[in-house]
């Protein structure tokens, strides 16, 4: 069972935090999908969970991660080196697969739908498809018979025989799983629980979502939910505009009328300034109504971009010129 408490994730380059007192369980037979944009802290996240210490040199955290024993991580991609590796090196580096029996392999190659030659071949991995290296991948961290699968985009650079064999793999595991994925066919086949990271005001604030739901079950149920808060939200502000239109009427009367008023009428003078300070409680009762009014609902920009000062440019300087030549 994975474990998640109170935990929070500081980026060291500009101290941007991307994670905040984020908490979860997962259990066995869970399949959570994490998603968001690009740069939330997704594969991060992943990369913490397995080797905390594989992000101790740009990121900072805090709180507490449990896995409850072994962890099976898939990267997004190998390295050039791991590319370079004749096929056999993969499964020679994996202590769990070098323990496997002749027959325990055999059984293993037989599960994942792998040639048993695979296992002993020299071609460098990447002569090998996207899915058969998944594949050998996926067979290595299998047989470390890990309590928990960690998958940093699987379904990259994956032909459709390839990611319907991924969906088979994932949703026969009995540990829990937590994946990354943009491919929102796989993420409904298979993702029974969604974990929604964002980075909202400019990329400030974080929020983590977690829903229990299918994927579509969660994407139409944060629409209605989007456009419900949106309704309310500009229904309470017309409201109130209404009210403030009628403070402000009330005010301008009462200050035009103490504007007017004469010396030689001291009880209507008293009179105006009671009212004046009815008129300015009401004032008061209105900036808190303000601050309680339900807010306008918050989403993350899909782009964000952002220069330094330097790179400032005067209004009016031509910065590019650009032509293209006519087809005909």
Avoid at 41 to 46: I, N
Avoid at 228 to 250: D, M, N, T, V
Wanted: with cysteine; charged share 30%.
């Amino acid at each position: 069972m994975l474990t998640i408490d109170r935990l929070s994730i500081t980026h060291r380059r500009d101290l941007r935090e991307i994670l905040n007192n984020f908490s979860l369980l997962l259990g066995p037979g869970e399949r959570a999908v994490l998603i968001g944009e690009e740069g939330n802290g997704k594969s991060t996240l992943l990369r913490l969970i397995h080797d905390p210490a594989s992000v101790e040199d740009y990121a900072e955290w805090s709180g507490e991660v449990s896995a409850g024993g072994r962890t099976g991580y898939l990267p997004q991609e190998l390295t050039s080196e791991q590319l370079s590796w004749p096929a056999r090196r993969l499964f020679e580096a994996s202590e769990g697969f070098m323990a496997l029996t002749p027959k325990e392999r055999a059984a293993l190659s037989k599960e994942l739908g792998l040639p048993l030659s695979f296992f002993t071949a020299e071609r460098p991995l990447r002569e090998f498809s996207g899915g058969e290296r998944i594949k050998m991948q996926l067979a290595c961290i299998a047989a470390e018979q890990p309590e928990l699968y960690l998958l940093d985009e699987p379904s990259n650079d994956l032909d459709l025989d390839s990611l319907e064999w991924l969906e088979c793999f994932i949703l026969s595991r009995r540990e829990p799983v937590l994946f990354v994925s943009h491919d929102e066919t796989l993420i409904e086949r298979t993702a029974n629980v969604v974990i929604h990271l964002e980075l909202l005001r400019r990329k400030t604030l974080p929020r983590a979502t977690v829903a229990r739901l299918p994927y579509r079950d969660y994407v139409e149920a944060r629409y209605r939910s989007l456009a419900r808060q949106e309704q309310a939200a500009r229904k309470e502000r017309e409201e109130f505009e209404a009210k403030l239109e009628r403070y402000r009427q009330i005010r301008q009367k009462v200050e035009s009328a103490q504007r007017g008023i004469s010396r030689q009428d001291p009880h209507g003078g008293r009179l105006l300034k009671k009212k004046m300070h009815s008129v300015q409680s009401m004032g008061r009762r209105f900036e808190k109504e303000r601050e309680a009014l339900t807010a306008m609902p918050e989403t993350e920009e899909a782009i964000f971009l952002s220069f330094p000062s330097a790179a400032c440019v005067p209004n009016g300087k031509r910065v590019l010129e650009l032509a293209l030549p006519v087809l005909e």
